[in-house]
């Protein structure tokens, strides 16, 4: 095992063809997945890794500098795909990571074939013209109350994330990864605490791609722990290139980058976007 392997604590699974890499979000590790993982075991070479800081990682290899911005954990991903000699990969950010993946993909973009983007967002202040979810007081008083007390405000913090009460197993399991701390295509929930679901039409709006959009009735920040079974599918069936129409969805048309009509499912919840690898702008 290299030394990038070994910081991130990197885990290589299943025997299909192609590779398929899961990355969490804020507060969270690799564990998050565990619910998807099964289903993928078949068809993918499932890629699980922990980003620096997270619980389980060493902290003698945090670099404060490093990670001030996205691009040290764009880099480290980077890092990861070369030392496991990726030629090309789906891949699956959740949260902060769906970020972190596309500004990867910007800098080498042979290394993705798609991306999947759940509950991610580009921005979580709010600007002239853009919501984002917090006023800046929102944020410096979330800040403060981490540094004050962080074991209480992870207690706060989780079941609002979450969308569920302590006793969630969903919620509990946020708690402890979150307290161990040191598109292609975009998920989003109907609730979500950090991602408003204009911010997924933001993304709609200004990522110049064909697009899909589905219906996904999940509470919550972290869906893939408490809406299990509205997930995998989704994450199945957009590794695949395919999404299933839901019945609460309506046809919709549209134009993407090159100007041709499309169709894509339209909601008031989610949206899923789509690109292939040939078709990302540039």
């Given at each position: 095992?290299?030394?990038?392997?070994?910081a991130?604590?990197?885990r290589?699974?299943?025997?299909?063809?192609?590779t398929?890499v899961?990355?969490h979000?804020?507060?969270t590790d690799q564990?998050?997945?565990?619910?998807?993982?099964?289903?993928l075991l078949?068809?993918?070479?499932?890629?699980?890794?922990?980003?620096?800081g997270?619980?389980?990682t060493n902290?003698?290899y945090?670099?404060?500098d490093?990670?001030?911005?996205?691009?040290?954990?764009?880099?480290?991903?980077l890092?990861?795909?070369?030392?496991?000699?990726?030629?090309?990969?789906?891949y699956?950010?959740?949260s902060?990571?769906?970020?972190?993946?596309?500004l990867?993909?910007?800098s080498?973009?042979?290394?993705?074939s798609?991306?999947v983007?759940?509950?991610?967002?580009?921005?979580?202040?709010?600007?002239?013209?853009?919501?984002?979810?917090?006023?800046?007081?929102?944020?410096?008083?979330?800040?403060?109350a981490?540094?004050?007390n962080y074991?209480?405000w992870?207690?706060?913090?989780a079941?609002?994330?979450?969308?569920?009460d302590?006793?969630?197993?969903?919620?509990q399991?946020?708690?402890?990864?979150l307290f161990?701390?040191?598109p292609?295509?975009?998920?989003?929930s109907s609730?979500?605490?950090?991602?408003p679901?204009?911010?997924?039409?933001?993304?709609?709006?200004?990522?110049?791609?064909d697009?899909?959009?589905?219906?996904?009735?999940?509470?919550?920040h972290?869906?893939?722990?408490?809406?299990?079974?509205?997930?995998?599918?989704?994450e199945?069936?957009?590794s695949h290139?395919i999404v299933k129409?839901?019945s609460?969805?309506?046809?919709c048309s549209g134009?993407?980058?090159?100007?041709?009509d499309?169709?894509?499912?339209?909601c008031?919840?989610?949206?899923?976007?789509l690109?292939?690898?040939?078709e990302?702008p540039?």
């Amino acid at each position: 095992m290299g030394i990038v392997e070994e910081a991130h604590n990197v885990r290589v699974l299943g025997t299909g063809g192609k590779t398929i890499v899961l990355a969490h979000g804020f507060g969270t590790d690799q564990s998050v997945w565990k619910h998807l993982v099964p289903h993928l075991l078949n068809d993918y070479r499932v890629i699980l890794f922990d980003n620096m800081g997270s619980g389980p990682t060493n902290p003698d290899y945090f670099d404060f500098d490093r990670y001030t911005t996205l691009e040290g954990y764009a880099y480290d991903l980077l890092a990861i795909l070369e030392e496991l000699q990726v030629q090309s990969c789906i891949y699956v950010g959740h949260s902060v990571s769906g970020i972190i993946g596309v500004l990867a993909s910007i800098s080498r973009p042979d290394l993705f074939s798609k991306l999947v983007l759940l509950a991610a967002s580009p921005r979580y202040l709010n600007d002239v013209d853009y919501y984002g979810g917090f006023e800046q007081d929102e944020l410096d008083q979330l800040f403060d109350a981490m540094k004050s007390n962080y074991k209480a405000w992870c207690s706060g913090f989780a079941p609002l994330a979450v969308g569920g009460d302590m006793d969630s197993i969903a919620v509990q399991e946020f708690s402890r990864t979150l307290f161990n701390m040191r598109p292609d295509i975009a998920l989003s929930s109907s609730k979500d605490l950090a991602v408003p679901v204009v911010v997924p039409e933001y993304l709609h709006r200004n990522i110049t791609s064909d697009t899909i959009v589905e219906v996904m009735p999940s509470d919550g920040h972290l869906p893939q722990l408490s809406s299990p079974d509205i997930v995998i599918p989704s994450e199945v069936h957009s590794s695949h290139g395919i999404v299933k129409n839901n019945s609460n969805s309506s046809r919709c048309s549209g134009s993407g980058a090159s100007g041709h009509d499309h169709l894509y499912d339209c909601c008031e919840i989610g949206t899923i976007k789509l690109w292939d690898s040939s078709e990302r702008p540039h």
